[in-house]
């Protein structure tokens, strides 16, 4: 009787011990599921608040342009557009940071290609860039076979598969426009110290695109005419004042008796630059979305890119070391 008593304590133990190791082990997946569900819903939420702040900047993009004439913009970085966006206050201590930037006032690296023909004046701007910081590769002649559908090596200097399949992990040129500057970085013998120093005077754009002489800085401005020293880039932009050059006849009298190629210069922007920051709970997301401003004040995105850093305050292209 004792034995049988025993017995059924013993069961009962183990049967106690098996129920306590189930409830735990449902507990703990219970606080997983409630805790991926939070997850889910501050990613999402992070997601539409994002998308708020890419419509905000639509919004002050359409107003900036019914303030001027839609078929004349003049854009400049002391309109309201360009000025930093105080931040928005979300749920759960979060915020909301807004910042519009005009890329126009960048090279556009795709304009080295225009209708599957060579831009000779966007690639001698190109080469003239390189040199102001002194950069010696022939990144030029390289970018341009990158470009180009054909697989001929531009001279005796530019890279086409051959060369790239060479490489450890092998790849092929691009053969295309870049979508995004950081495919730079593929370039052939493309180093980290040339392509910081690149990365804030060029941008990734259509290849029509055309450079606003109102928000481009002292080194590409420079880089528009052979013989135009960095001094005389500078005095053009603080002689662009608070508020442009209202016409293109009025930026290209200040550079008398140099040949600028004016069909590819303008003085206000179709495509521009939003970065959007989220902070919401323990989540934080960061979205750049590439607007294009048609006449009628619409904005349509080209692209939007999820892979980027924390919004940072963007790199005067006066302030570029050589």
Known sequence: MRRQQGVALITVLLVVALVSVVSAAIVARQQLAIRSSANQFHVRQAWHYALGGETLAKAVLRRDL??????APVDHPAEAWARPLAPFALDEGGELHVRIEDPTGRFNLNSLMRQGQVNQAAL????RLLRSLQIDKPYAERLLDWLDADQEVSGGTGAEDNQYLLAQPAYRAGNRALVDVSELRLLLEM????????????????????LNV??????????????????????????RGNQGY???PSFLAQLPGLQVQSQELAVGSEYFQVTSEVSVGDRRQVLRSTLR?????????????LGQDAVSAPVPTEEVEP
């Open 214 to 239: 109102n928000t481009a800085g002292a080194w590409v401005l420079a880089s528009l005419a052979e013989g135009l020293p960095l001094s005389s880039a500078e005095g053009l932009v603080a002689r």
């Open 66 to 71: 019914q303030q001027g004439d839609p078929r």
């Open 246 to 248: 209202a016409d293109l």
């Open 191 to 210: 180093d980290e110290a040339d392509y910081r120093r690149l990365l804030p005077l060029v941008t990734a754009l259509p290849a029509e695109a055309t």
């Open 124 to 127: 001698q701007q190109f080469r």
């Open 293 to 305: 401003r048609t006449s009628d004040g619409r904005s349509y995105v080209l692209t939007r890119d």
